[in-house]
């Protein structure tokens, strides 16, 4: 078709984001029962989301004729006294994969260049190659990023350093130190966004105090969501933190109402609910022993993960994954990151990661 060909060449060469099989999907192709399928592919909380979260989704269901409060003041209220931030520091997205976005369109465009590390988020290049920006790519170390090489990656024209941590889908971990030293040495003209979509289930003696280098790197922006460990991945809800500049760039590209009524009321909700919370963490703790004591068990190699699903080397990956399938367990193939022998496994519950490990193993007989 001839108009397509006046679409930007940019935007014509993106492959598009490939989410994980829904679980309606692989019933139809194989003929499932739906109850009967494993849903491990898109790091979603095996909980669900919390009582309170659910209870004031209802109450607020009889407003949906009207728009939600774009500014989301009452979101906004409850994350700034959460986290210790003013108001206008705070951006909220459609999940935080739009706030992303937002910072690629805010600072990126054609002529300059973004840096993110080899086996980092797929959204990275995507939102980078979206605006025209050239995408720049450092290799990783053990599978996570190499902060050294990252800095020698820029040059006059980079904007923005994309940084995971933990990462996706590795689930590796940089350390506070290390992270703090390199935004130190980053030059000011370059907007360093660090995505903490998995930070949650970090142990405390792990976790960055990310939030308190906001007021000494006005370059820094921090995007967290409410999909993760808070069980709203179906509500499309994160946000970022950001120098008030900055957060007022972002929010100028930012779409009008992308925060829907029922998601900013679940997410003030699901704050409140720390008892929940800890629960989830605990039961992600005890399944990712589970799941990688069963790879120990099978002598299968993996990635040490600091989040909520792990990366393990099955071998031909795309045999096991039919396998899996076949059995009705999803889970994610990454080859298009780069890793054609991994599989990345989302952490269930007991019984889930158990009819996941049985499975595995049917599967890498059958692939021999």
């Known amino acids: 078709m001839d108009l397509c060909n006046f679409s930007p060449s940019y935007v014509r060469a993106i492959a598009p984001y490939q989410p994980g099989k829904p679980i309606a999907e692989l019933a139809r192709e194989m003929d499932l029962a739906e109850e009967d399928i494993v849903k491990l592919a898109s790091n979603e909380n095996p909980l669900g989301a919390s009582p309170r979260a659910l209870a004031a989704m209802e109450n607020v269901l009889m407003e949906v004729a009207r728009y939600p409060d774009g500014n989301g003041f009452l979101l906004k209220t409850a994350l700034a006294e959460k986290y210790g931030v003013e108001l206008n520091q705070i951006v909220l997205g459609n999940g935080s994969n739009d706030v992303l976005e937002m910072a690629a369109r805010a600072f990126l465009a054609p002529g300059t260049s973004a840096i993110y590390s080899q086996y980092a988020f797929a959204v990275y290049p995507l939102a980078t190659q979206a605006v025209g920006a050239r995408g720049i790519e450092t290799p990783a170390r053990d599978y996570g990023h190499d902060l050294t090489a990252m800095l020698e990656a820029i040059n006059d024209d980079t904007r923005v350093i994309f940084i995971a941590n933990p990462n996706n889908p590795t689930g590796t971990l ?118 990688t004591d069963g790879f120990k068990r099978l002598g299968l190699e993996y990635i040490p993960s600091c989040a909520n699903f792990v990366a393990v080397k099955v071998g031909n990956a795309a045999a096991v994954n039919h396998s899996l399938l076949k059995q009705g367990v999803i889970v994610r193939p990454v080859a298009n990151y780069g890793m054609s022998e991994h599989l990345r496994v989302s952490i269930g519950l007991k019984a889930e990661n158990t009819k996941f490990l049985q499975a595995l193993e049917i599967a890498l007989g059958e692939s021999k």
């Open 174 to 291: 940089l350390g506070a130190k290390e992270l703090e030293h390199f935004l130190e040495q980053v030059p000011h003209t370059v907007l360093v966004v660090l995505d903490e979509a998995y930070t949650e289930y970090l142990p405390k003696d792990q976790s960055s105090d990310s939030i308190a280098w906001l007021k000494k790197f006005p370059n820094l922006v921090i995007t967290r969501t409410f999909s993760k460990a808070y069980g709203l991945a179906g509500l499309r809800l994160g946000f970022a933190l950001a120098h008030p500049q900055v957060a007022d760039l972002l929010n100028r590209v930012r779409q009008p109402f992308n925060a829907n009524s029922m998601a900013q009321a679940a997410a003030v909700a699901a704050m409140l609910d720390d008892a929940f919370l800890e629960e989830c963490i605990d039961i992600n703790d005890a399944g990712m022993k589970q799941v």
